[in-house]
């Protein structure tokens, strides 16, 4: 069945960068789309970046510039690179497929981000 693990969270100050991986298995892996959401506190959850199996990639507005994902087939893995950390990007993130559904997809435990000085 789907599993999804994240990792990679911390707390960092504003400035700083951090880098989140998510070890997905039973799916196969390198023939699907794969993205990186957001919740932040009191707000809906959000995808923020995404990769096709060919390695095309897009951003929300709101990241770009700063966010860089990433993939490693061989690895089963994906990565959020996150360079010039605001207080604003703090949330819990969470991997899956660009078309999931909080209320009806599978979710992982996700991995807390907090940003403050």
């Known amino acids: 069945q789907v599993r999804l693990v994240e990792s990679g969270g911390g707390l960092v100050q504003p400035g700083g960068s951090l880098r989140l991986s998510c070890a997905a298995s039973g799916i196969i892996f390198r023939h699907v789309d794969m993205g990186w959401y957001r919740q932040a506190p009191g707000k809906q959850r959000e995808l923020v970046a995404s990769?096709?199996?060919?390695?095309?990639?897009n951003y929300v507005d709101s990241v770009k510039g700063r966010f860089t994902i990433s993939r490693t087939n061989a690895k089963n893995t994906v990565y959020l690179q996150m360079d010039s950390l605001k207080p604003e990007d703090t949330a819990v993130y969470y991997c899956?497929?660009?078309?999931?559904?909080?209320?009806?997809?599978?979710w992982g435990q996700g991995t807390q981000v907090t940003v403050s000085s």
């Open positions: 899956n497929f660009p078309t999931a559904r909080p209320g009806l997809s599978y």
């Open positions: 990769i096709t199996s060919g390695g095309t990639t």
